[in-house]
């Protein structure tokens, strides 16, 4: 790629982290360009999810900051991201790294000490660093995570260890981000070595692939999914269901009582890679000693659920899962890999709306989405749309598809970067509607995968005009109350509290929101505004940080006991 291509990458990325506030500096862009890389991670498996709170501290002679954290994978794994904006492409050293690494290390450290007992409760970061603390028992792993629209001069940084546990650093430039972005599946290869090598045996394909059957031990599998989390996933179809499924309680089930019979009661796991090495032992068996880019299509349940059970401490020692794994042709992985997940899943059915981003649905939202002009705003004659971006980097690969730079400036005009919205949006302002604000919590992608199966899989209405100004409308009703609540710094767990105000707002005014209205006007009418802060702060954020036994606050926000909770509650707007 060009340096042009990388100056003008990062452009688009501050002004996508511009669209999303109300200032370009500060606290609130720092968030926002957080939120940026976010969605790119987030829709690759890297994350499960992010929550930007920035807070930098002195710490005697050195500095601790970070622009955001999540207690992944049920609170086990600890995500740290720092950040370096503002370079616009340009490099950055190794030392440069290594400081900011270093702070957000120092950071973790202060947590698990008690940074927060040191903090005035009304500080915007105290949520942040209490919860890290009071979850430090729980974690067993540590990752830090660099954004930087900057060139790095270095690939990557060894692992560590930090207050006694793993601590690993993943470092996103605008390189690589660039090829994330620009890239129809990811741009790195998930390459395992095999410490043991596995027996197996080569079934010959067609010229496009071959088969390999093998038996995995039960503990790689669940210790591969822990290593690779989401990414080893990234073409299964379906989300993991938390053990609440029928197969996934059997699996729970075998592995508690017959764990030797798993082999024999489980279908096993189908995967595909894009190269597999093997050796000939001195026996004269064919055994694997090398996987690249192994992605699990079929058996996701299977895998989450081992790696589940080994988190809580069960023992696989003796569970064995069959595998089939499918080496294919790189140029063959979006024909093939498809058709797999369609064709060879026994487990639990896989619909058709499961693949949702070429779905009916999205390409019609799409479609209205560069056909209806909203209204031009009170005063002005100018009218823009509301661009939907099915794909991530849709919108970026529209824009540059213009050669003249008057059709580039054309094309913002009409379709502006702060009217830009994706499919996991939709999700997140619909269930907020709907009055599922726990769902939402769970984060973009697991809250997308619900709306899918509740939602849109049983969807009878119209696909119109009016139906894309609805969704229109209940974005502008969830980001501004977003806007009206991020301005008043109450701390932590905007998300959750935006969530649940405008869950409570829709609960108790369904009759009085007008969503023609506020498409209309392209606004909140002012007894909304007026409402917000109220509800937010009196209402909804005193109930969300009151999790049960002082427990963890976003894990508490992704119950529907909390939601009951929060619905429960004696309030009347005054309207």
């Not at 210790?223 to 996934?248: F, I, M, P, S, T």
Request: glycine share 6%; net charge negative; charged share 25%.
């Amino acid at each position: 790629m060009s340096e042009n291509e990388l100056v003008e990458f990062a452009e688009y990325l501050y002004e996508d982290a511009r669209a999303r506030t109300d200032s370009p500096v500060g606290t609130r862009f720092n968030g926002a360009f957080i939120d940026v890389f976010r969605e790119y991670l987030v829709e690759d498996g890297v994350l499960e999810d992010i929550e930007s709170c920035y807070c930098r501290k002195q710490v005697g002679r050195s500095t601790a900051e970070v622009y955001g954290y999540a207690l992944n994978d049920g609170g086990s794994v600890l995500d740290i991201v720092t950040a370096e904006h503002g370079w616009k492409a340009q490099k950055i050293n190794k030392a440069d790294v290594q400081r900011a690494l270093r702070r957000a290390q120092i950071f973790v450290e202060k947590c698990r000490k008690g940074l927060h007992l040191e903090m005035d409760e009304t500080d915007q970061a105290y949520s942040m660093t209490q919860s890290i603390y009071e979850a430090w028992t729980g974690i067993d792993r540590v990752r830090i995570f660099l954004f930087t629209d900057a060139q790095l001069t270095v690939e990557s940084m060894p692992p560590g260890e930090t207050e006694g546990l793993r601590c690993t650093y993943e470092l996103w430039d605008i390189v690589r981000l660039h090829r994330l972005a620009s890239s129809g599946r990811r741009e790195e290869e998930t390459v395992i070595e095999l410490a043991s090598p596995l027996p197996c045996l080569s079934a010959p394909g067609d010229p496009d692939f071959e088969c390999l059957l093998t038996v995995l031990p039960g503990r790689l599998l669940a210790e591969l999914y822990k290593e690779h989390g989401g990414r080893l996933l990234q073409r299964n179809v379906r989300a993991y269901l938390q053990a609440r499924g029928k197969v996934n309680k059997g699996i729970s089930e075998t592995v508690r009582q017959e764990p030797g019979r798993f082999l024999a009661y489980n279908n096993g796991v189908s995967a595909t890679v894009t190269s597999a090495d093997t050796m000939v032992t001195p026996e004269g068996i064919v055994a694997l000693t090398r996987l690249v880019d192994l992605q699990i299509v079929n058996g996701g349940q299977t895998t989450a659920s081992l790696h589940h059970m080994m988190q809580k401490g069960e023992d696989l020692s003796q569970v064995r899962v069959p595998a089939k794994i499918t080496v294919i042709r790189q140029e063959m992985l979006d024909e093939l890999v498809p058709n797999i997940s369609r064709f060879a899943n026994s487990q639990n059915a896989i619909k058709e709306a499961d693949l949702q981003a070429n779905s009916h649905y999205h390409r019609r939202l799409q479609a209205l989405s560069r056909s209806v002009w909203a209204p031009a705003p009170e005063g002005s004659t100018r009218q823009t749309r509301w661009y939907y971006e099915r794909v991530r980097g849709q919108y970026q690969v529209d824009l540059g598809a213009l050669e003249r730079q008057a059709e580039k400036a054309r094309f913002t005009r009409e379709h502006p970067l702060a009217k830009k919205f994706g499919k996991t949006d939709v999700a997140k302002y619909d269930l907020t509607y709907r009055g599922r604000p726990h769902d939402v919590c769970l984060g973009a992608e697991k809250c997308f995968r619900v709306w899918t199966t509740d939602v849109v899989d049983s969807f009878e209405g119209s696909l119109d005009a009016g139906h894309f100004k609805e969704v229109v409308a209940k974005r502008i009703l969830f980001e501004h109350t977003r806007k009206i609540i991020q301005k008043m710094s109450l701390g932590g767990y905007l998300g959750q509290t935006t969530a649940y105000a405008v869950a409570l707002l829709v609960d108790r005014c369904s009759n009085q929101i007008d969503l023609d209205g506020i498409w209309r006007a392209q606004a909140l009418p002012q007894w909304i505004d007026d409402l917000v802060p109220e509800l937010a702060v009196d209402i909804v954020r005193p109930l969300l940080v009151a999790a049960p036994g002082s427990g963890n606050v976003t894990e508490w926000c992704k119950k529907s006991q909390c939601w009951d909770a929060v619905r429960s509650v004696d309030w009347a707007p005054r309207t």
